[in-house]
T-cell receptor, first 114, second 115 residues
């Protein structure tokens, strides 16, 4: 079945540690996105990529980094510079730009600080 | 500035009741799309519907219906005869032709349907 796979489902980070969240899609979508969800808030865009080897900062990119070396993969690294990383992270993809296409989402990764 | 407001933080109903989730949006763009997503307890967002700014026809899909009114900048979602499986967080979102990089989400409405 086509879809988006995020791993791991739960992740714990120690102080000063970088952690990487995986996102893989087999939908042949060009665009991929990372969102952060905090309790009682909507989704906030961290980074997005419209094409391989290119990505753009979203609204809350500080303390995060991404890469897009393959069409199928868009990993997110939460660096030690992100002082409040505890949140639910969602990866999404769409056929083209988000403006008129629905985004398809993965199951999410819940990140907590040890 | 573009914005999506879902004023209802949480709604509780008993099974078989009808329930309407409100969504009000702000945009200066004349060309835009509105979306509804469902987030069940498992976490992933499930796409429900997309509506473009030039199509004000209401839509019905089974127990779900959507009412789009440009005059009031609203895109409300009604569930008829609610079921326990409808319990989830529902998000309304806006995408604009002049701001193609972003999907702007509301803060969501948590719907709890009790048996």
């Amino acid at each position: 079945d086509g879809g988006i796979t995020q791993s791991p489902k739960y992740l714990f980070r120690k102080e000063g540690q970088n952690v990487t969240l995986s996102c893989e899609q087999n939908l042949n979508h060009d665009a991929m996105y990372w969102y952060r969800q905090d309790p009682g808030q909507g989704l906030r865009l961290i980074y997005y990529s419209q094409i391989v080897n290119d990505f753009q900062k979203g609204d809350i990119a500080e303390g995060y980094s991404v890469s897009r070396e393959k069409k199928e993969s868009f990993p997110l690294t939460v660096t030690s510079a992100q002082k409040n990383p505890t949140a639910f992270y969602l990866c999404a993809s769409s056929i083209g730009g988000s403006w008129n296409q629905p985004q398809h989402f993965g199951d999410g990764t819940r990140l907590s600080i040890l | 500035a573009q914005k999506v407001t879902q004023a209802q933080t949480e709604i509780s109903v008993v099974e078989k009741e009808d329930v309407t989730l409100d969504c009000v949006y702000e945009t200066r763009d004349t060309t835009y799309y509105l979306f509804w997503y469902k987030q069940p307890p498992s976490g992933e967002l499930v796409f429900l519907i997309r509506r473009n700014s030039f199509d004000e026809q209401n839509e019905i899909s089974g127990r779900y219906s959507w009412n789009f009114q440009k005059s009031t900048s609203s895109f409300n979602f009604t569930i008829t005869a609610s079921q326990v499986v409808d319990s989830a967080v529902y998000f309304c979102a806006l995408s604009e032709a002049d701001n193609t990089d972003k999907l702007i989400f509301g803060t969501g409405t948590r719907l709890q349907v009790f048996p």
